[in-house]
């Protein structure tokens, strides 16, 4: 019996191709006759140089420059931006944006921002929400803040872990805190964590702490190429403070980030006192990956970078300081490096970025490979040969009358 099949998802068609991992292919013919022709019948593409037939009785478009989509219907800002090399360039609605990292070293390195006029965050109810995903290995460090006089708040790692901390004014009267995560996760490992910070009626704020690893985004394939499929992260860390500041009259978040880079500062990394203060702690020394608010993003890039950018809902990066665009570490284990010659024994520098471990050969183990493991523990000679410990091995002296290794 022959069956052509036609499932999609989200709207992509399923490849039946046998390398395709998420379909076992049994009795489908490959080049099974098409029962019609897709770009006849349905003359499916829009802004198209042509349509061709696919198998089972599916089309593939292909699309004039600026277009995009099944169907080239959509328009592919991307194809007239100038996202930087190191940034993936992501359509949006009416324009595109460039999506990156951003690396920041002490208390050097800054952005500020701005936000266009049109810019209208949809925070659903919040007056702030930050999501972005950092690494580093720094114990303290600030990450964002928003200013306005004497008046902030702002995240920061602190012990190694996130904190929040803020003093704003209600009435007559200041209220300041510096509050941690409740299980004090600590996110100065050097791996990435994904963070969520909101703040709600200037009442309440949430953060949320997660693991993010890059083996946690998942994909299908399919003939169009492939699906993402997000992977719900898992939540390690979070605090949720009520009533942080009275509500009525508190300072308003959000037309605090609306005057920012005017009568306040919108900022990721920089320090957060002058060096001379006592309340002076070194800057952020990390990477940030998409840092957002109410889903737009934070680009770290003067707006300059980006031509032919038809997207009037933005934030804008006046000031990017000392910021490079990679999450390159330090090179800890070449020439020079703390790690180069310190893995004894044939042990190999695995750079863990801006840390290192040794890799041992068999045979040896501990911090620099310095240990010479027994392997005549246990014995393993018989008929009382003597056992001489090696590199890695053993080798038994064997008794008048006896051979053989053991
Ligand atoms: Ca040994």
Redesign the pocket.
């Known amino acids: 019996m022959t069956l052509n099949l036609d499932i999609q998802v989200n709207g992509l068609n399923l490849d039946f191709d046998s390398s395709s991992s998420l379909v076992q292919v049994a009795d489908v013919l490959p080049g099974a006759q098409n029962t019609r022709s897709a770009c006849t019948d349905l003359d499916p593409c829009d802004q198209a140089v042509s349509c061709n037939d696919t198998y089972y009785n599916d089309y593939m478009c292909v699309c004039k420059f600026g277009y995009r989509g099944k169907n080239c219907s959509e328009p592919d800002f991307c194809s007239y931006g100038t996202c930087p090399n190191e940034s993936t360039c992501v359509n949006l609605r009416s324009g595109y944006e460039c999506v990156g990292v951003a690396s920041f070293s002490q208390d050097m390195s800054v952005i500020s921002y701005s936000m266009t006029d049109d810019l209208v965050l949809a925070t659903s109810g919040s007056d702030l929400d930050l999501t972005f995903s950092m690494r580093t290995r720094g114990r303290y460090g600030l990450i964002f803040q928003l200013r306005e006089g004497p008046y902030h708040v702002s995240l920061r790692v602190a012990r190694g872990h996130l904190e929040v901390n803020y003093k704003l004014k209600a009435g007559e009267f200041e209220f300041s805190q510096s509050v941690g995560t409740t299980k004090r996760q600590m996110v100065n490992d050097g791996k990435w964590y994904s963070v969520r910070f909101q703040v709600t009626n200037s009442t309440h704020f949430q953060l949320h702490v997660y693991a993010n690893t890059e083996a946690e985004t998942g994909v299908i394939s399919t003939e169009n190429g492939v699906i993402p499929v997000e992977i719900q992260p898992q939540l390690l860390d979070n605090i949720t403070l009520t009533e942080f500041s009275p509500r009525d009259p508190g300072i308003d978040l959000t037309a605090m980030l609306q005057a920012s880079g005017n009568t306040s500062e919108l900022l990721l990394g920089g320090p957060d006192a002058p060096r001379s203060s006592p309340l002076w702690e070194a800057g952020f020394n990390g990477c940030l990956r998409e840092a957002r608010i109410g889903e737009v993003l934070l680009p770290y890039y003067v707006d300059e970078t980006f031509a032919n950018n038809s997207n009037s809902e933005r934030f804008l990066a006046q000031k990017v300081v000392a910021v490079t665009h990679d999450c390159r570490g330090r090179d800890v284990c070449g020439v020079g490096g703390p790690g180069y010659l310190y893995c004894g024994n044939g042990g190999r520098c695995v750079d863990e970025w801006n840390s290192f471990r040794c890799q041992c050969p068999r045979?040896y183990s501990g911090k620099q490979c310095e240990e010479?493991?027994?392997?005549c523990s246990p014995d393993p000679c018989r008929n009382q040969g003597n056992c001489v410990?090696?590199?890695?091995?053993?080798t038994c002296d064997c008794l008048p009358g006896f051979t053989g290794n053991q």
Do not use: A, L
Not at 372 to 375: A, I, L, S
Not at 389 to 394: L, M, R, S
């Open positions: 045979g010479d493991q027994n392997e410990d090696g590199p890695g091995t053993y």
